[in-house]
């Protein structure tokens, strides 16, 4: 059974700074492209990031370049996503996902059809 378990989220002033985990298990990680998503109140799943397995290419939404870090670390079978410079617009529900093809960064309604967490819940606020 997949499992993934994020965690890392919480309150920060903008301009702050959070990093989120994703353990992941029941699946061969290493060799699954894996994303981040997330959805803000109200709203629908927006992609934010994505990483390939082994060469570790990165690739991001244009709202969070620049300022996300997706990372992988394929012994410990966690996801990580760093966020700098953080805006009132990102809070959101933050979700991992496994994402084989990154075929949710090309069309979000793929979501319905992958695995992913709970989510871990980040709030940009003053």
């Known amino acids: 059974e997949v499992q993934l378990v994020e965690s890392g989220g919480g309150l920060v002033q903008p301009g702050g700074s959070l990093r989120l985990s994703c353990a992941a298990s029941?699946?061969?990680?290493?060799?699954?492209?894996m994303s981040w998503v997330r959805q803000a109140p109200g709203k629908g799943f927006e992609w934010v990031a994505g990483i390939y397995p082994s060469s570790g290419t990165t690739f991001y939404s244009d709202s969070v370049k620049d300022r996300f870090t997706i990372s992988r670390d394929n012994a410990k079978n966690t996801l990580y996503l760093q966020l700098n410079s953080l805006k009132t617009e990102d809070t959101a529900m933050y979700y991992c996902?496994?994402?084989?093809?990154?075929?949710?960064?090309?069309?979000?309604?793929?979501?319905?059809?992958?695995?992913r967490g709970q989510g871990t819940q980040v709030t940009v606020s003053s």
């Open positions: 029941g699946f061969i990680f290493k060799i699954y492209d």
């Open positions: 996902v496994k994402d084989p093809g990154l075929r949710v960064r090309n069309d979000i309604n793929w979501i319905s059809q992958t695995d």
